[in-house]
């Protein structure tokens, strides 16, 4: 817990916390992580490790998926190597969560978050929201569905990368949200117009030469294309309340008891770190008071869909349907 | 000055076969077998092997220009290197080699089939044997790394870094040659394929803050021209020399990502 004056002024404000304000974190933690963007989480974790001389940090890194099994098997095993796990993705924490492995945090922590993401076993650390890439010599962002099941009968072209992680995840949200039929129907209509592509900053650069008019993508690939080249003719568009706008969120679970992950945890959600990952890995601050990457609207002027996130863990009947449709 | 400029390319070589030696563990046809994970031992044997593969070829060659394509089977000349432990030695620890051999077994076995003139049959014999000479003297090298526990720590290592993923995908970019090299086409192309999703398009992100240009022109060889080559069964040389291209467009990559981190903020 933190001091009460603290708590007091947290309870209050609910504006991320500076570094300063912290205890120093003293002991030895074991973090599995899985692969992020870039090394800008190995960034933080050394920042973290440098300023604690007295906390002994281990890390074991690999695929997120990987990571979360080993930590399912180890638990089954009776065994405990990882007292905290940062995934990119959703889904791993899911699987985690529902064999009741993660412990419960503290709600002065967890009010630290916007509200829609304030969850009791789990604290998501920065988000990424799904968009509608344009490219801004053919389409403006009027021209661009606002309705996500509206896009494969818009007759523009389209760019999009079913093999990819995040374009699944946004499926098995709009399965949840839209019901498996509707989205096999999409699927199969998108199938038929729609252009693949591996990746999804290969869609983004794709719909920057015009090969399309419009893709599905993550938005820090349109920022960070941008970011490299100012004159890009690309921009992003949004749906409305569909899965089309999901806020997605790397996150972290702490896995054994006592203060120290806890307080660790804290220090990802201070501004320092929140404000770093915006302004150098362009992920979207999930506590209030951080701005936001440059290029990218507020997150109060979107309306993502509401959705528990661990839900996104029930990736198999994504796959099932994608494969029946032939569309993987 | 020569001295200089000597010393300066043996370091630069040593450091290249530092960086080139594989990181994960190799998929040679046949079983690996503990040997490779103990070279200084087996040394010897390694070498004994590469005078019989030598004097098996030789043979093999001079039955050829005694009788011609009835006297021979051009098969055994691939059949002699899947016998040799030689084989999984230099796969696990250097693939750019482990591909010049196999274009040079493939090469002398063609030139029989195509019954070429023995003195075409010589210069690919003269090849084989400098890439299995050339073989011998990285897996020695590597013997040496193994025992001063360098090539252990490579191994056990993940990128923490897209500097070092860009290392990691330079080196999976051998690999692709030489699963070509040894007529694995479909497998080459798999490992592109891999390579791409799992390593380059983790690193795209923040390399195309620095160059678009240069991710544009990576991402099309990624995907396209590399693929396409080795689809089209391009020859062994051409699918290396794109290979080599697109190293040196990793080399300018990861230089462009080295001077960014210098100078990106501290977290606190």
Request: glycine share 8%; hydrophobic share 45%; charged share 20%.
């Amino acid at each position: 817990m933190l001091p009460g004056g603290l708590l007091a002024q947290e309870s209050q404000a609910k504006i991320a916390l500076s570094v300063e304000e912290l205890p120093a974190l003293e002991g030895e933690l074991t973090l599995y992580l899985g692969r992020g963007e870039g090394g800008l989480y190995e960034n933080v974790l050394d920042a973290i490790q440098q300023r604690n001389p007295a906390l002994e940090l281990n890390i074991r890194r690999g695929p997120t998926a990987a990571l979360a099994n080993a930590i399912v098997a180890e638990s089954r095993a009776g065994v405990r190597r990882a007292n905290l796990f940062w995934a990119v993705d959703t889904g791993a924490i899911g699987l985690i969560s529902n064999e009741g492995l993660a412990r419960e945090l503290p709600q002065d922590l967890t009010n630290q978050l916007q509200a829609n993401f304030r969850y009791e076993k789990w604290s998501p650390i920065t988000g990424r929201i799904r968009t509608l890439p344009y490219n801004t010599e053919r389409l403006t962002a009027a021209d661009v569905p606002d309705d996500v099941m509206a896009v494969p009968d818009s007759g523009l072209s389209i760019g999009w990368a079913p093999a990819y992680a995040s374009f699944q995840s946004f499926v098995t949200a709009m399965r949840l949200l839209e019901g498996e039929q509707a989205t096999g129907e999409w699927l199969q209509k998108m199938d038929k117009v729609a252009r693949s592509y591996a990746g999804e900053l290969g869609v983004v650069m794709a719909v920057e030469r015009g090969e399309v008019d419009m893709g599905f993508a993550n938005h820090y690939y349109t920022l960070r294309l941008k970011a490299g080249k100012p004159d890009a003719t690309v921009d992003l568009a949004f749906t409305n309340n569909d899965a089309g706008c999901l806020v997605n969120a790397s996150g972290i679970v702490a896995l054994s008891e006592g203060d120290l992950p806890i307080n660790f945890i804290r220090y990802l959600l201070t501004r320092e770190v929140q404000s770093f990952l915006s302004s150098e890995a362009f992920e979207i601050p999930l506590v209030d008071g951080v701005a936001p990457p440059q290029g990218l609207p507020d997150l109060a002027t979107i309306q993502p869909p509401d959705i528990n996130l661990t839900r996104l863990a029930d990736l198999r009947p994504t796959l099932d349907l994608m494969r029946d449709v032939g569309v993987l | 000055m020569t001295f200089k400029t000597s010393q300066h390319t043996g370091i630069m070589v040593i450091l290249g076969l530092i960086a080139t030696f594989f990181t994960t563990a190799a998929s040679a046809n046949g079983p690996i077998g503990d040997h490779v994970n103990d070279l200084q031992s087996h040394l010897g044997e390694y070498a004994e092997e590469v005078v019989w593969m030598i004097e098996q070829v030789d043979e093999i060659v001079a039955n050829y220009e005694r009788g011609g394509l009835t006297n021979v089977d051009p098969e055994q000349v691939v059949e002699i290197w899947e016998e040799v432990n030689f084989h999984a030695a230099i796969e696990s620890n250097y693939v750019p080699v482990y591909a010049s051999i196999w274009q040079g077994l493939f090469g002398v076995r063609q030139a029989i089939e195509a019954q070429q003139p023995i003195a075409e049959l010589r210069t690919q014999q003269d090849a084989l044997e400098q890439s299995l000479w050339q073989g011998l003297g990285a897996v020695k090298l590597a013997a040496q790394f193994q025992t001063r526990g360098l090539v252990a720590n490579i191994e056990n290592t993940v990128a923490t870094s897209p500097v070092e993923t860009l290392t990691q995908v330079g080196q999976l970019l051998d690999r692709v040659v030489a699963k070509y090299a040894e007529r694995l086409p479909e497998e080459a192309v798999s490992i592109v394929f891999d390579t791409y999703l799992t390593r380059f398009e983790g690193v795209e992100g923040d390399l195309i803050e620095q160059d678009a240009d240069l991710v544009e022109d990576l991402e099309v060889d990624f995907n396209v021209t590399l693929p396409q080559a080795i689809e089209g069964a391009a020859s062994v040389d051409a699918v290396r020399d794109i290979v080599n291209e697109m190293k040196t467009k990793l080399n300018r990559a990861r230089a462009l990502l080295e001077e960014a981190e210098a100078n990106r903020p501290s977290v606190f």
